[in-house]
């Protein structure tokens, strides 16, 4: 593995999980896939080895590719849609007791 591929929170992590992570990846799709892969989802290396055998290969290139369609996105503009979608909801939950309170009055 190269040192491109940085895991966030080393400290949290297994070494197991990394280790065993890398390998699957690599007896998945071959190690220039898989690192192209990690670089994409580092987080992939978190994953507990046995779980991850488990997935298709197709899903985790998905998921990575979700992943780096995400981190492409300025970081406020994310908080600015956590803030609406969370704004959104609490109206629609407000509405929704009101209604309540409406009809039992």
Known sequence: M?????????????PYHVDG???ILTEMMGEE???AVVNKNPGLLTCNPA???GASVGDIKRAAMLVEIV?????SARWGLVAV?????TVLIGNGLLDSWQ???
């Open 51 to 53: 779980g991850l055998k």
């Open 71 to 75: 981190e492409a996105v300025p970081v």
């Open 85 to 89: 979608v969370t704004a959104g909801f």
């Open 103 to 105: 009809l039992a009055n």
């Open 21 to 23: 992570s890398w390998r």
């Open 33 to 35: 896939e898989a690192l």
């Open 2 to 14: 190269t040192s491109r591929v940085r895991v966030v929170l080393p400290y949290l992590n297994k």
